[in-house]
């Protein structure tokens, strides 16, 4: 049972990590510029030197959104890792961790909006380049959302022994 808790604590950290490089790194979309490669994050546009992103007002709205979802999820995933450490020394034998499960299936639900808002607004549409393709950034932000569901589950079904 120690073994399973400490595996799942080291994927948790392990999430939260990636979703703090995924949100703050600016490599969502990597497209090429006659001069080299060019990426673009939630945040800034950058060919050798990193500026404002330049948004449509159509699409303010939806980069907004994004990024408020990526911070929260960011929040929640933190709350949760706290939760689970409180919860680990302060519940009895055989209590679940509902708690934390549910604080992570929150963070779960705020990637899910935040990705999914992106992939439909933002794919492929990459000023300034030829032939745009997804970063790592926007990958990572997928396996967080693959990584917070199997924890909120386990979370959820987990029994402290």
């Not at 995933?77 to 708690?99: D, H, P």
């Not at 299936?105 to 705020?110: E, G, K, N, S, T």
């Not at 492929?124 to 990572?140: A, D, K, Q």
Request: with cysteine; glycine share 6%; charged share 5%.
């Amino acid at each position: 049972m120690l073994v399973l808790l400490a595996g799942i604590f080291v994927v948790h950290i392990a999430t939260v990590i990636m979703l703090f490089v995924s949100t703050i790194a600016n490599v969502w979309m990597v497209g090429s510029f006659n001069t080299g490669t060019i990426s673009t994050g939630l945040w800034l546009l950058c060919n050798k030197t990193c500026t404002q992103l330049p948004v449509s007002s159509q699409d303010e709205a939806s980069l907004k959104t994004v990024q408020a979802f990526m911070i929260l999820s960011i929040v929640f995933s933190v709350v949760a890792l706290v939760l689970f450490i409180i919860q680990l020394f302060t519940l009895e034998k055989g209590k679940r961790f509902y708690m934390t499960g549910a604080v992570m299936l929150v963070c779960w639900m705020c990637i899910l909006i935040a990705v999914s808002i992106y992939t439909a607004r933002f794919t492929g549409t990459m000023l300034y380049s030829t032939n745009p393709h997804h970063g790592y950034c926007f990958i990572l932000a997928w396996i967080c959302f693959c990584f917070s569901f199997i924890i909120g589950i386990l979370y959820l079904v987990l029994r402290k022994k």
